[in-house]
């Protein structure tokens, strides 16, 4: 692991309680929730991101300091019966408000039996993940039904440039990643979905990098031909969230909407829009008569759950899902 960065928990998947989140239930019954293996982030756009770091230091000390259950604690070690058993592999666009517990929270409230583990490491793209060991781990721990896979905007947008673009983000190609996670996740159980999260872009796209011209959308747009190719290639199942926000940044919305303010990670709204579409995606049904609203407001949860919902459902067959 590079020294930059700095890690807790046991490097399998262990498991942990539910924090409590003002305005948002402790869910319980049907989920089991599985480590968040977090670690500082060590790549950024740049001084806009100041805000950014700070939140996700806090995220990364209140991780830390819930208590850690062992793998064998009655009700969080094991799936039950009838558990629908979900791996979540990536990094910040993961960790920033939890976008799996928020998942969880809208299934559970759909009333769906979730199994949901993680394997988040803020900072980090997908090759890291293809790589590294307790990832691997993590693959194995469970014959999963779904394992979900969360990469960064501009190595999605510009695969074979983005290092040329700006050479300190370093050349991180996520085709040959998901290509060694696919093969990982279908040695160990052949029957597992997998499901790429389609990013968002950049709030301003690539315009804040002198000569560059693509703003958001023409960025989003490059987003979603790339997820598509990669689809194609490997047989993935495409979470669209990228298209559900730009169906949203559309509408006349104020600054740093969907975005929090370093114009990259997601706002509430965002990674709740984002929670949304991969349930659409995931149980193949409407997430707009759900009632669950986390920390929004009933119009905004309502809104987001029937844009998330209606991306998928209206083009199944280009997001490669079964009806």
């Not at 980090?124 to 896979?149: C, G, N, P």
């Amino acid at each position: 692991m590079p020294s930059d960065t700095v890690s807790h928990g046991p490097n399998r998947v262990a498991q942990v309680p539910l924090q409590r989140r003002e305005g948002a239930p402790v869910l319980k019954n049907h989920l089991r929730l599985g480590l968040d293996a977090t670690s500082i982030p060590h790549f950024f756009r740049g001084v806009k991101a100041a805000s950014t770091i700070l939140f996700l230091l806090l995220t990364f000390f209140s991780t830390a300091a819930c208590d850690i259950l062992d793998p064998e604690t009655p009700g969080f070690g094991k799936p039950e019966v009838g558990d629908l058993k979900v791996l979540f592999i990536g990094s910040s666009y993961l960790a920033v408000n939890d976008l799996p517990g928020i998942f969880a929270g809208m299934a559970e409230a759909a009333g769906k039996q979730v199994f949901l583990a993680r394997r988040v490491q803020s900072g980090y793209y997908l090759d890291y993940f293809a790589q590294d060991r307790s990832t691997t781990q993590a693959i194995r721990d469970q014959e999963w039904d779904y394992v979900i896979l969360s990469g960064g905007c501009q190595t999605a947008g510009y695969p074979d440039t983005h290092h040329l673009i700006k050479n300190d983000w370093g050349h991180h190609d996520p085709y040959p990643a998901l290509r060694e996670l696919a093969r990982k996740v279908r040695e160990n159980h052949p029957e597992t979905v997998l499901v790429y999260i389609l990013p968002w872009a950049f709030e301003d796209g690539m315009t804040w990098i002198p000569g560059q011209n693509d703003d958001y959308f023409a960025m989003q747009e490059k987003i979603r031909d790339n997820a598509l190719v990669w689809s194609d290639s490997l047989d993935l199942v495409v979470a669209p969230v990228g298209m559900a926000w730009k169906t949203v940044m559309a509408w006349n919305i104020p600054e740093h909407y969907l975005h929090m303010n370093d114009w990259n990670h997601p706002s509430p709204r965002g990674s709740f829009l984002s929670a949304a579409t991969i349930f659409a995606t995931v149980f193949r049904q409407s997430a707009e008569e759900v009632g669950f609203e986390w920390v929004l407001s009933a119009t905004d949860a309502e809104a987001f759950r029937r844009v998330g919902s209606e991306t998928v459902l209206d083009s199944l067959g280009l997001w490669n899902i079964t009806p």
